[in-house]
Nanobody, 126 residues
Framework: QVQLVESGGDSGQTGGSLGLSCAASGVSFPPKSMAWFRQAPGKEREGVAAIGAGNGRTYYGDSVKGRFTVSQDNTKKTVYLRMNNLKPEDTAMYYC???????????????????WGQGTQVTVSS
């Protein structure tokens, strides 16, 4: 049973920084890929960042490119999202997701990921 638990959600100021963590348990680590998604009220879920286990290649959504960094620590079975230069539009529930099967889909497509965490809230004030 794969379990993903996010932490680190908080309130921040415009221009500030926050860091999120996602700890995996119940299975071997790393999976084929892991990703962060977010969803704001009334908006569709958006792929934020992803990282491939094999080559460590990273992918970012256009809205966060240059501001967010995804990384993982295999010894801790944890993936991280460092968010810099925060903007009010970054306010959302953030979810981590894992792909163990190697599903053929774009790295930032929700269809790629079978396992999801419960989410952690990020709120950015101006």
């Amino acid at each position: 049973q794969v379990q993903l638990v996010e932490s680190g959600g908080d309130s921040g100021q415009t221009g500030g920084s926050l860091g999120l963590s996602c700890a995996a348990s119940g299975v071997s680590f790393p999976p084929k890929s892991m990703a962060w998604f977010r969803q704001a009220p009334g908006k569709e879920r958006e792929g934020v960042a992803a990282i491939g286990a094999g080559n460590g290649r990273t992918y970012y959504g256009d809205s966060v490119k240059g501001r967010f960094t995804v990384s993982q620590d295999n010894t801790k079975k944890t993936v991280y999202l460092r968010m810099n230069n925060l903007k009010p539009e970054d306010t959302a529930m953030y979810y981590c997701a894992a792909d163990y099967a190697g599903t053929l889909a774009p790295p930032l497509s929700a269809q790629k990921y079978k396992y999801w965490g419960q989410g952690t809230q990020v709120t950015v004030s101006s």
